[in-house]
Protein backbone atom coordinates (compact mmCIF):
# COMPACT_ATOMS: atom_id res chain seq x y z
CA UNK A 1 0.00 0.00 0.00
CA UNK A 2 3.14 2.68 0.76
CA UNK A 3 4.47 1.40 -2.62
CA UNK A 4 0.96 2.14 -4.18
CA UNK A 5 0.96 5.98 -2.38
CA UNK A 6 4.35 6.39 -3.45
CA UNK A 7 3.83 6.03 -7.06
CA UNK A 8 0.62 8.30 -6.91
CA UNK A 9 2.62 11.29 -4.76
CA UNK A 10 4.93 10.81 -7.93
CA UNK A 11 3.08 10.95 -10.44
CA UNK A 12 0.68 13.77 -8.68
CA UNK A 13 4.57 16.08 -8.41
CA UNK A 14 4.83 15.32 -12.37
CA UNK A 15 1.40 16.79 -13.17
CA UNK A 16 1.82 19.87 -10.54
CA UNK A 17 5.64 20.64 -12.98
CA UNK A 18 3.51 20.01 -15.87
CA UNK A 19 0.44 22.00 -15.29
CA UNK A 20 2.88 25.00 -13.64
CA UNK A 21 5.53 25.58 -16.15
CA UNK A 22 4.73 28.51 -17.79
CA UNK A 23 4.64 28.51 -21.83
CA UNK A 24 6.31 25.41 -22.09
CA UNK A 25 5.38 22.13 -23.42
CA UNK A 26 6.28 18.80 -21.27
CA UNK A 27 5.49 15.62 -22.37
CA UNK A 28 4.68 13.57 -19.42
CA UNK A 29 4.40 10.36 -20.86
CA UNK A 30 5.81 7.76 -19.04
CA UNK A 31 8.12 6.32 -21.96
CA UNK A 32 10.07 10.25 -21.56
CA UNK A 33 10.28 10.63 -17.99
CA UNK A 34 12.83 9.42 -15.85
CA UNK A 35 10.65 9.65 -12.14
CA UNK A 36 11.38 6.12 -10.45
CA UNK A 37 9.64 4.89 -7.33
CA UNK A 38 13.19 2.90 -6.10
CA UNK A 39 12.85 1.51 -3.29
CA UNK A 40 16.43 0.94 -2.52
CA UNK A 41 16.20 4.97 -2.71
CA UNK A 42 18.92 5.31 -5.19
CA UNK A 43 16.01 7.33 -7.26
CA UNK A 44 16.82 10.54 -4.44
CA UNK A 45 12.68 10.07 -4.05
CA UNK A 46 12.11 9.51 -0.51
CA UNK A 47 8.68 9.72 1.96
CA UNK A 48 8.34 11.11 5.09
CA UNK A 49 8.18 9.18 8.01
CA UNK A 50 7.90 12.14 10.40
CA UNK A 51 7.49 15.73 10.55
CA UNK A 52 4.83 18.34 9.80
CA UNK A 53 4.13 20.00 6.19
CA UNK A 54 2.17 23.35 6.63
CA UNK A 55 0.51 25.61 4.46
CA UNK A 56 -1.12 29.34 5.06
CA UNK A 57 -3.55 30.44 2.66
CA UNK A 58 -5.41 33.53 4.00
CA UNK A 59 -6.05 33.10 7.48
CA UNK A 60 -6.38 29.11 7.14
CA UNK A 61 -3.19 27.00 7.84
CA UNK A 62 -3.51 23.20 6.66
CA UNK A 63 -0.94 20.68 7.90
CA UNK A 64 -0.12 17.30 6.54
CA UNK A 65 1.47 15.36 9.09
CA UNK A 66 4.23 12.59 7.88
CA UNK A 67 2.91 10.35 10.78
CA UNK A 68 -0.28 9.65 9.21
CA UNK A 69 -0.30 11.47 5.85
CA UNK A 70 1.90 10.77 2.77
CA UNK A 71 4.71 13.21 2.13
CA UNK A 72 7.51 12.98 0.06
CA UNK A 73 10.53 14.14 -1.59
CA UNK A 74 10.83 14.09 -4.94
CA UNK A 75 13.43 14.34 -7.25
CA UNK A 76 12.78 14.31 -11.16
CA UNK A 77 14.56 14.61 -14.55
CA UNK A 78 11.81 15.93 -16.88
CA UNK A 79 13.16 15.72 -20.55
CA UNK A 80 16.92 16.36 -19.43
CA UNK A 81 15.31 19.21 -17.02
CA UNK A 82 15.92 18.42 -13.03
CA UNK A 83 13.25 19.24 -10.30
CA UNK A 84 13.12 18.80 -6.63
CA UNK A 85 10.06 19.46 -4.25
CA UNK A 86 7.85 18.20 -1.64
CA UNK A 87 4.55 16.78 -2.49
CA UNK A 88 2.12 15.14 -0.14
CA UNK A 89 -1.95 13.87 0.07
CA UNK A 90 -3.42 13.52 2.91
CA UNK A 91 -4.84 10.47 4.54
CA UNK A 92 -8.52 10.56 3.48
CA UNK A 93 -7.24 11.70 0.51
CA UNK A 94 -9.13 15.01 0.23
CA UNK A 95 -6.56 17.55 -0.10
CA UNK A 96 -3.30 17.31 -2.10
CA UNK A 97 -0.40 20.02 -2.09
CA UNK A 98 2.73 19.71 -4.94
CA UNK A 99 5.54 22.15 -5.04
CA UNK A 100 8.91 22.30 -7.42
CA UNK A 101 11.99 23.82 -8.01
CA UNK A 102 14.25 23.84 -10.69
CA UNK A 103 17.76 21.88 -10.24
CA UNK A 104 19.43 19.72 -7.70
CA UNK A 105 18.36 20.14 -3.87
CA UNK A 106 21.00 21.21 -1.19
CA UNK A 107 21.50 22.62 2.07
CA UNK A 108 21.49 26.31 2.77
CA UNK A 109 19.64 26.21 -0.57
CA UNK A 110 16.94 29.18 -1.76
CA UNK A 111 16.02 28.66 -5.75
CA UNK A 112 12.95 29.70 -7.42
CA UNK A 113 9.24 27.75 -7.66
CA UNK A 114 8.74 26.31 -10.82
CA UNK A 115 5.21 24.81 -9.99
CA UNK A 116 2.78 24.79 -7.27
CA UNK A 117 -1.07 23.17 -6.86
CA UNK A 118 -2.83 23.24 -3.50
CA UNK A 119 -6.09 21.07 -4.06
CA UNK A 120 -8.95 19.88 -1.91
CA UNK A 121 -11.64 17.45 -3.59
CA UNK A 122 -14.51 18.42 -1.11
CA UNK A 123 -14.83 22.15 -2.56
CA UNK A 124 -13.31 20.95 -5.57
CA UNK A 125 -11.05 24.21 -5.09
CA UNK A 126 -8.16 24.05 -7.01
CA UNK A 127 -4.79 26.63 -6.38
CA UNK A 128 -1.96 26.95 -8.84
CA UNK A 129 0.81 28.75 -9.06
CA UNK A 130 -0.16 32.65 -10.91
CA UNK A 131 0.75 32.32 -15.01
CA UNK A 132 2.32 35.61 -14.05
CA UNK A 133 5.01 34.38 -11.21
CA UNK A 134 8.17 36.02 -11.55
CA UNK A 135 11.13 34.11 -9.90
CA UNK A 136 11.34 36.85 -6.88
CA UNK A 137 11.27 37.16 -3.28
CA UNK A 138 7.29 36.28 -3.69
CA UNK A 139 8.21 32.85 -5.51
CA UNK A 140 11.29 31.00 -3.48
CA UNK A 141 11.64 27.84 -1.93
CA UNK A 142 14.80 27.76 0.97
CA UNK A 143 16.11 24.62 1.99
CA UNK A 144 17.86 25.13 5.39
CA UNK A 145 18.65 21.51 5.55
CA UNK A 146 19.07 18.55 2.84
CA UNK A 147 19.70 15.34 3.95
CA UNK A 148 21.43 15.89 7.18
CA UNK A 149 21.49 12.76 9.58
CA UNK A 150 17.72 12.10 9.99
CA UNK A 151 16.47 15.27 8.62
CA UNK A 152 15.05 14.59 5.05
CA UNK A 153 14.69 18.44 4.67
CA UNK A 154 13.70 21.49 6.49
CA UNK A 155 13.02 24.58 5.18
CA UNK A 156 10.15 26.95 4.37
CA UNK A 157 8.46 28.59 0.80
CA UNK A 158 6.66 31.55 -0.06
CA UNK A 159 4.54 31.43 -3.55
CA UNK A 160 1.52 33.77 -5.43
CA UNK A 161 -1.33 31.46 -6.59
CA UNK A 162 -4.64 31.70 -7.61
CA UNK A 163 -7.75 29.51 -7.94
CA UNK A 164 -10.28 28.52 -10.18
CA UNK A 165 -13.56 28.13 -9.61
CA UNK A 166 -15.03 27.08 -12.81
CA UNK A 167 -16.19 30.18 -14.18
CA UNK A 168 -13.25 32.86 -13.70
CA UNK A 169 -9.26 33.03 -12.28
CA UNK A 170 -9.43 34.82 -8.63
CA UNK A 171 -7.11 37.54 -7.71
CA UNK A 172 -3.53 36.17 -6.90
CA UNK A 173 -3.20 34.77 -3.07
CA UNK A 174 0.14 34.77 -1.35
CA UNK A 175 0.55 31.22 0.21
CA UNK A 176 3.34 30.41 3.02
CA UNK A 177 4.85 27.38 4.42
CA UNK A 178 7.15 25.61 6.45
CA UNK A 179 8.48 21.83 6.61
CA UNK A 180 10.64 19.62 8.67
CA UNK A 181 10.75 16.44 7.72
CA UNK A 182 12.45 13.52 8.57
CA UNK A 183 13.86 9.71 7.32
CA UNK A 184 14.35 8.24 10.49
Known sequence: MRFFKFILIVLLFSVVIASCQKDQAVDLTLAKTSLKADTSNNSGNFFAVSGTLNITLGDSTYTFDAAKDSIAFINANIDSNKYFGITAINKAHTMSFGISSPGFASPDLTNAIAGSQLLFSKHGAQFTLAKDAEPNDSNKITLEKYMQDSILTKGTFITVMT??????????SVVTGDFNLRIK
Do not use: L, Q
Not at 163 to 172: H, L, N
Open 163 to 172: SKDGKEVSPA
